[in-house]
């Protein structure tokens, strides 16, 4: 156990096997992860990395449950469930951890007090885990005063999160040592077994519905009506469970498009996307995938009732007609067979797109060249559109949809296509010797170019 902070009454080590009263799921669980933070050197650098700390190999994470302060705490009520000290040898940076597990979810009332705790200690942060999503450790589900985070951060770790950053350290073999990645998998095992607590983001809230029966009877989204705050975040929650899945599915780390000010301020994000439901009754976002060809953008559309994905690529410069730059397009999908793909172009000038089923394109791309006779198309779009009819308003079914269709869009698409680069260059002929483009020969050329034109 590592030395007790000055400002601790008591506390005890986190420990992987916690004797814990049945009824304590909150303890058990953070006791278990914050164990594992302590112990699986590349999992505490990863978590702690994501709030801002950069920890070399010497820095010393000890984990602390069951803690008791010297001062600041007058309620009894308000008694954080953890401590994480991190010492680098020139400095100590701490936080305090408050966990929720199943339905409980965090309250402005709770994390006030503790970030006021926190200031009295001069403890450095305060990080909670809960089940609810949010898009960035920096970003946190409740709205809380700037004044009361000038001299402490808060951070939110979703228990997702936690799921999805296990997953891909094992995955990507990161973990070297035999014994800690046994406990990083035993980690993950615990958090997936529904006995932990752990519950990651299903259900839209009822506001969900209640917009999609205004929009039904011919009424609009307004940036003042508390459902439309409460849809863009609960859709906000269902993308960041989005990444998570897709994360775990390729294996790599997937993130959400964010402006740089809506990633500093996740204030700024949620009125970013009210004035997007707003002005077209739809929310949407784009999800950056490694290595893919483009981002994918995805939106919900509560005037139509249907999710749709797409990818814009740019057409091959180096083929000069429609039907050549439609070809490289298709070939790359030439094995996919579904009904709800299409293939959106995008022609120069003012031209208007025009949008083809993709099984149409393969059978006959002659179609899409008879429609603009002389024009070359210059970007293309393949879409994947879900028409959901009322099972859009169906809070689970959504975001059930909402997963399914994105991993089946980067299956049949996201997967298969790839950019366009330009060639590199070739050394011209006459050329090939270093000599040919000396000085001396490249003012011969000069001085032969100028004799030419005079004749």
Not at 235 to 242: F, G, I, M
Request: glycine share 6%.
């Amino acid at each position: 156990m590592g030395q007790l902070p000055d400002f601790l009454q008591s506390g005890e080590a986190a420990r992987l096997f916690p004797v814990l009263a049945d009824t304590s799921k909150e303890g058990r669980t953070l006791s278990i992860f914050l164990a594992c933070l302590e112990n699986v050197n590349e999992f505490g650098r990863s978590m702690l990395g994501s709030v801002g700390l950069k920890l070399g190999s010497r820095a010393r994470i000890d984990t602390f449950t069951e803690v008791v302060f010297k001062k600041g705490v007058s309620d009894s009520k308000h008694r954080p469930d953890g401590l994480i000290k991190v010492s680098t040898g020139k400095s100590t940076w701490t936080a305090l951890v408050e966990a929720k597990v199943g339905t409980a979810e965090l309250t402005n009332n709770q994390i006030e007090a503790y970030l006021g705790i926190a200031k009295s200690n001069a403890i450095d942060a305060v990080i909670t885990v809960s089940n609810q999503f949010t898009a960035l450790p920096t970003h946190h589900p409740l709205s809380v005063s700037s004044l009361l985070t000038r001299k402490v951060s808060l951070f939110h770790w979703s228990w997702g999160y936690v799921i999805t950053q296990a997953q891909l350290l094992r995955e990507l073999g990161e973990v070297d040592d035999r014994e800690q990645l046994i406990l990083l998998s035993e980690l993950q095992r615990f958090l997936l077994h529904p006995s932990s607590g752990v519950k990651e983001f299903d259900q839209m809230p009822a506001a969900w519905s209640d917009l999609c029966a205004n929009i039904a009877a011919g009424g609009t989204a307004s940036a003042k009506n508390p459902i439309c705050h409460d849809v863009v975040g609960s859709w906000h929650q269902a993308l960041d469970r989005l990444t998570g899945v897709l994360s775990r599915q390729i294996g790599n780390h997937v993130k959400l498009v964010m402006s740089k000010s809506d990633a500093i301020d996740p204030t700024q994000r949620q009125k970013t996307a009210l004035a997007e439901l707003v002005s077209g009754n739809c929310v949407q976002s784009e999800v950056l995938i490694p290595d893919a060809a483009a981002p994918v953008q995805i939106c919900a559309d509560f005037g139509k009732r249907a999710l749709s994905f797409h990818m814009r690529l740019k057409a091959p410069a180096d083929r000069k007609s429609t039907k050549a730059r439609l070809s490289w397009l298709t070939r790359q999908l030439s094995d996919t067979d579904n009904n709800d793909l299409h293939v959106r172009l995008f022609w120069p000038g003012r031209s208007p797109t025009t949008q083809y089923p993709l099984k149409a394109l393969l059978a006959d791309p002659d179609i899409a060249i008879l429609d603009r006779p002389g024009m070359v198309v210059h970007s293309f779009e393949i879409l994947l559109v879900r028409d959901l009819g009322a099972k859009f308003a169906q809070r689970k079914i959504i975001v059930t949809e909402l997963l399914n269709s994105a991993s089946a869009f980067y299956d049949l698409v996201g997967a298969k296509v790839s950019a366009w680069q330009p060639k590199p260059p070739k050394i011209s002929e006459g050329k090939r010797e270093p000599a040919s483009v000396s000085t001396e020969a490249m003012r011969d050329q000069v001085e032969r170019e100028a004799l030419d034109r005079s004749g």
